[in-house]
């Protein structure tokens, strides 16, 4: 099992830049695919970016594709999300989780999520 714990949200102006990080626990990490999703105001959460367990693939959503970068860094257990020229629709909790899968953008494929990491991105 891993357990992800998110942190690195905060306020940013758009334009901006801001690094979420997912620490996991479990001596197993490289074996899990690892996804960011994201859950704005009023909306279903949603998938954002994904890596499998060896970190040599990606996938994006569209919308952050060429300003997000999804990252992990298996000897210390840790996923980073890096993200550029942020924009006010960015705002929301961002979610790490995941999956014995591998690059899987389906919610109910993953079985462990974090609490969540609020960004919020100002005009």
């Known amino acids: 099992q891993v357990q992800p714990v998110e942190f690195g949200g905060g306020l940013v102006q758009a334009g901006g830049s801001l690094r979420l990080s997912c620490a996991a626990s479990?001596?197993?990490?490289?074996?899990?695919?690892m996804g960011w999703f994201r859950q704005a105001p009023g909306k279903e959460r949603e998938f954002v970016a994904a890596?499998?367990?060896?970190?040599?693939?990606?996938i994006y959503t569209d919308s952050v594709k060429g300003r997000f970068t999804i990252s992990r860094y298996n000897a210390k257990n840790m996923v980073y999300l890096q993200m550029n020229s942020l924009k006010p629709e960015d705002t929301a909790v961002y979610y790490c989780?995941?999956?014995?899968?591998?690059?899987?953008?389906?919610?109910?494929?993953?079985?462990?999520w974090g609490q969540g990491t609020q960004v919020t991105v100002s005009s």
């Open positions: 989780a995941a999956t014995v899968g591998n690059l899987d953008i389906a919610q109910a494929s993953y079985n462990y």
């Open positions: 479990g001596r197993t990490f490289s074996n899990y695919g």
């Open positions: 890596i499998t367990g060896s970190g040599g693939s990606t």
